[in-house]
Nanobody
Framework: QVQLVESGGGLVQAGGSLRLSCAAS????????IGWYRRAPGKQRELVAA???????NYEESVKGRFTISRDSAKNAVYLQMNSLKPEDTAVYYC?????????WGQGTQVTVSS
């Protein structure tokens, strides 16, 4: 079992920045995947940014150049730095980790970008 707790969401004006944090209850060093999804109102959940095991970071096309995912294995944490935010980035952001074949999810954190 892995518990994930996100923080860092909030309300920001377009062009602003936010940094999301996700703390895991135990080591995610052996995770097959770790990263962030989001779900905007009326839309399906989409992968925003993630690390795959043994690989680098992958980003959803619309966030490339604006968002940066990073992790701190010593703190069992993963982060999402979001710059140049746009109203279309408004969504609930969820941290996830894939351990073996099972996905674990955080409770989500709301990000609202005003125009």
């Amino acid at each position: 079992q892995v518990q994930l707790v996100e923080s860092g969401g909030g309300l920001v004006q377009a062009g602003g920045s936010l940094r999301l944090s996700c703390a895991a209850s135990r080591s995610t060093f052996s995770a097959n995947g770790i990263g962030w999804y989001r779900r905007a109102p009326g839309k399906q959940r989409e992968l925003v940014a993630a690390f795959s095991r043994g690989g680098g970071a992958n980003y959803e096309e619309s966030v490339k150049g604006r968002f940066t995912i990073s992790r701190d294995s010593a703190k069992n944490a993963v982060y999402l730095q979001m710059n140049s935010l746009k109203p279309e980035d408004t969504a609930v952001y969820y941290c996830y980790v894939l351990m073996g074949i099972r996905n674990y999810w955080g409770q989500g954190t709301q990000v609202t970008v005003s125009s």
